[in-house]
């Protein structure tokens, strides 16, 4: 039996093969303008495909331009119309890499400055400081709930159209499908909340009617938490149950990730010292996971070397390895991973050092956002950006969105 390492292929259930064991998780961009994507989505997907990793994930593509997760979303929504969509899909799978559409819908988590009504399973604010940048929400009626089910449907068959190779469907992060999965998000009482079995229906729906769109041969994959990391939020044990329940619908891929923007465990990891030791974040969970079902898990966050990715393939924990902010400041990091280099990701904390500042914006989201701005604009990541810089330029930002709203 051959070792399984970062250079293996993957085979998928829907017959699909990728050429390598490492993905691009993704990062949201928030450099589209009026939904659109254009010259500098092109930029940055070429160079990550001509970076070596097998398989590509966009980030966040919204289904309703009424509810983005920040300024800048691409929308792929019935009635926005964007030609440069197979550019960038052509531009995305040089190099035989696989190109997939992160597709979402943020729920409750769209900025106050963004979203005066922002809508979700039940009008369940978000915990102290982050209620303070994010309105109450509407609780969902159920013809939105099924509204909203049709529009992830035509944002995956328009992916499928334009050339994408497949598309992921976000479920983590406490956006709206995990809101739909924790209780204490979802405190509805009709058949799309309370029990397990009634808070995991609105995913099952939205990947049996996308299946169906798109048929059996298009790769689908979904992105879940592991937890919540909040307590009587979606556990451990309800996410396993989710995981073996989708994995028996036909899901091709299933991302392992865990936190939300309460808690962001997915970018920051945990303080238990096994975890620094094996790297990646939520290994444990998905050696559990492993064991009740076959579907190819992908795990992300935490690995930095050959060495830990090639033990969590090798020991099958995992079927491929998810890499994110690595690739933003060196996009060529997978090409001298499968060239047997070594090297080690250069990704480290960072802080504006004022703890508050810190804990009330999102450092690790804006600063390599900015990385991914500049190899958009064709030029190269600058790893020497501070993070207190960063977190002036968003404020700077926020006040200039929120004055255009004012108008």
């Not at 992830?152 to 159209?161: G, I, Q, S, W």
């Not at 009587?232 to 994995?247: A, R």
């Not at 004022?354 to 604009?377: R, S, V």
Request: aromatic content about 8%; hydrophobic content about 40%; proline content about 4%.
């Amino acid at each position: 039996m051959s070792i399984v390492n970062i250079n293996s292929e993957l085979a998928l259930p829907c017959g699909i093969i990728i050429k390598n064991r490492i993905a691009k998780s993704a990062m949201s961009e928030a450099m589209s303008k009026n939904f659109h994507a254009g010259k500098t989505f092109e930029n940055l997907y070429q160079r990550w495909a001509e970076g070596g990793s097998g398989l590509v994930i966009t980030g966040n593509i919204m289904i309703d331009h009424k509810a983005l997760g920040e300024i800048g979303n691409i929308v792929f929504q019935d009635g926005i119309n964007d030609p440069s969509l197979k550019k960038w899909a052509k531009a995305g799978t040089k190099n035989n890499t696989h190109l997939w559409c992160h597709i979402n819908h943020p729920g409750r988590q769209s900025p106050k400055f963004i979203s005066p009504h922002p809508v979700a399973p039940s009008a369940v604010s978000l915990k102290p400081p982050m209620d303070k940048l994010f309105n109450i929400p509407k609780a969902l009626t159920e013809d939105e709930i099924l509204d909203l089910i049709n529009k992830y449907v035509f944002a995956a068959k328009l992916a499928k159209d334009r050339g994408f190779s497949g598309v992921q469907i976000h479920g983590a992060h406490g956006y709206l499908i995990n809101q739909f999965l924790s209780p204490i998000a979802n405190i509805r009482t009709d058949k799309w909340g309370g029990s397990l079995e009634n808070r995991m229906r609105f995913v099952c729906e939205i990947y049996k009617e996308i299946r169906g769109a798109v048929g059996d041969k298009y790769p689908i994959g979904i992105k879940l938490n592991s937890t919540d990391f909040q307590k009587g939020g979606f556990s451990k044990e309800e996410s396993m149950i989710v995981v073996k329940t989708l994995s028996n619908l036909g899901v091709d891929l299933i991302e392992i990730s865990g936190g939300t923007y309460e808690n962001p465990v997915m970018m920051k990891g945990n303080k238990k010292q096994s975890t620094k030791k094996r790297e990646a974040y939520f290994l444990d969970y998905c050696e559990e996971v492993r064991k009740v079902v076959k579907t190819p898990l992908m795990l992300t966050g935490g690995f930095r070397t050959t060495s830990g990715m090639n033990e969590a393939l090798e020991n099958g924990a995992c079927d491929m390895i998810g890499l994110a902010r690595s690739l933003a400041i060196d996009p060529n990091f997978s090409n001298d991973l499968l060239a047997g280099k070594d090297v080690k990701s250069a990704v480290k904390p960072l802080t504006t050092g004022l703890k508050f500042i810190d804990k009330i914006i999102p450092l690790e989201i804006i600063w390599y956002t900015e990385q991914l701005h500049l190899m958009g604009e064709g030029k190269e990541p600058n790893i020497n950006r501070t993070a207190a810089a960063a977190a002036w330029s968003m404020v700077c930002k926020l006040g200039k969105n929120a004055r255009k709203n004012m108008r």
